[in-house]
């Protein structure tokens, strides 16, 4: 936790803009350390080390401009990598099944997906690639980006606030997050699977 505290001192709202911006928007973004980093900032705040609102606006700015960035990624590269029919991973199917997907579950897609490690990073790339519309995408990215941008660092501000010594356990509680957000995707995943 040390190291990532220093991280986010030294890099202010500044950096947290960038790896929030290359976490949602940039497809090798998928390892940074989002919910991790919103939290320990939100600690951070508790402590007067920085400013809730600062850190809030820096999330939200970082989170929308950065889903715009996956989404025009996804239109402009997608069908190209996705064209093969003999690929292995990228096959043309899973664009037929992306555009179903939003079609059904779009708004939802969009806004939970902020909550879901990896998952974040994926859906604004497979929107554009899908041609989900971009008005309706767009409404979605932002409500999505204030959801999470807003209730992950007040999370850390509020327990920060109340736990002394937070800083010490801020992984354990990330790692519940983490897989408490991952159980339902991935079941979600194994029911698809039987059905195919």
Known sequence: MHDLT???????YVGLFAIVFAETGLLLGFFLPGDTLLLAAGVLAAGG?????????????G??????????????????VFASQDARYFKPEYVTRAELFFARYGWLAVVLARFVPVVRTLVPTMAGVSRMPLAPFTLYNILGAILWGV??????????DRIPHLDRYILLIVGGVVVISIVPVLLKVMQARRAT
Do not use: D, H, N
């Open 6 to 12: 220093s991280l986010i001192l030294s890099a202010s």
């Open 63 to 80: 989170a929308v401009l950065g889903c715009v960035a996956g989404y025009f990624i996804g239109g402009k590269f997608g069908p190209r």
């Open 151 to 160: 209730s992950v660092p007040a999370l850390g501000y509020f327990l920060g």
């Open 49 to 61: 080390a920085l400013s809730l609102g600062g850190i809030m606006a820096a999330v939200v700015a």
